[in-house]
């Protein structure tokens, strides 16, 4: 706790500072002071889990938390922040969970993934289109003003239709397609050190995966211990507990916005292809083409047969 604080504190007398500071510096400044941290866990790390935004990521951490605790006695409400499962049992490895927004402002490596180099990483990508709708909701009812300045979102205040959020003013479908093609690119030069999952598969067959990811992590389960904590991450038990509270350590990030608005919710429809229910045809073949052209057709996302018959791609649903 003593290492969290001490690495806290140039972003804690920062905010003192904000009021004299110039807007463009606050927001440099504390970039690059939010990547110092992430730095400094990334070099005490034993493996970092990275994805964008609302990849389902959370679901992911609720269900490795579990696993561990099921291994290790812990309480089920536990929930893995970076140390904190480790230093009740020192089996659990370090996991340093990221959206990967801030080191590269410490670092000043921008074009490529080296900072991660030497490092185990688990990559978690989702389809774009579900990843930005999933942007925008995150945007209007859960993200604090700050982080929108600080992370280049509309600012606090601005009433923005969805389209608008995910194709223009927003521009989020093209950031996170950014991000996806250079983790991607990456592939060779860390070889059997990055993992690629797809949420989509990850819903399909998730102690599968589950396992996979875990011996990955260098740290194999039984059966039992995965089939227990796919059950504990069901989409309904996530929600139960987001509306009780009952997540031990997950701070604002595991409570809803509004708990009379389901769209404000951390776990909110985990539906694969939900972005289909938000969009006109037109906005819905701009998006898919968006998609098919300038993704990386090696994550599976492709929708060239649907697009070469003039209709928008249709995506399984699970």
Not at 60 to 81: A, D, K
Not at 151 to 179: K, Q, S, W
Not at 251 to 272: F, H, I, L, T
Request: charged fraction near 30%; proline fraction near 4%.
């Amino acid at each position: 706790m003593l290492k969290i604080l001490l690495e806290r504190l140039p972003r804690a007398l920062l905010l003192c500072l904000s009021p004299v500071l110039p807007v463009a510096r606050q927001i440099r400044y504390e970039r690059y002071l939010r990547g110092f941290e992430e730095h400094r866990r990334l070099e005490r790390a034993d493996a970092v889990i990275v994805s964008f935004g609302k990849s389902g990521r959370t679901w992911l951490r609720v269900m490795l938390s579990r696993f561990f605790g099921i291994r290790y006695g812990l309480p089920s409400h536990s929930l893995m922040g970076f140390d904190n499962l480790s230093r009740r049992h020192s089996a659990i490895p370090k996991l340093l969970f990221t959206h990967d927004n801030y080191l590269a402002d410490f670092t000043g490596e921008r074009a490529n993934k080296s900072d991660y180099l030497g490092n185990r990483v688990l990559l978690l990508v989702r389809d774009p289109a579900d990843v930005a709708v999933s942007q925008y909701f995150q945007w209007r009812h859960r993200m604090k003003p700050r982080k929108k300045r600080i992370n280049a979102y509309p600012a606090h205040g601005t009433e923005m239709e969805i389209a608008d959020f995910v194709l223009e003013g927003g521009g989020v479908l093209d950031r996170i397609i950014e991000f996806m093609n250079l983790w991607a690119g990456e592939r060779e030069r860390f070889g059997d050190a990055l993992m690629i999952v797809r949420y989509e598969d990850l819903r399909a067959e998730p102690e599968a995966w589950l396992a996979k990811m875990v011996e990955f992590l260098g740290t194999p389960g039984t059966a039992s211990e995965i089939a227990e904590a796919v059950e504990f991450a069901s989409v309904k038990n996530m929600r139960n507990m987001e509306l009780r509270r009952g997540f031990q350590g997950g701070g604002q990030r595991m409570r809803a916005g509004d708990e009379s608005n389901p769209d404000s919710y951390k776990v909110r429809r985990a539906k694969v292809g939900g972005y289909r229910d938000y969009f006109s045809a037109s906005e819905l073949t701009r998006i898919d083409r968006i998609i098919e052209q300038t993704l990386t057709p090696e994550l599976g996302y492709a929708r060239t047969a649907d697009l070469a018959e003039g209709r928008p791609a249709q995506v399984k649903e699970s």
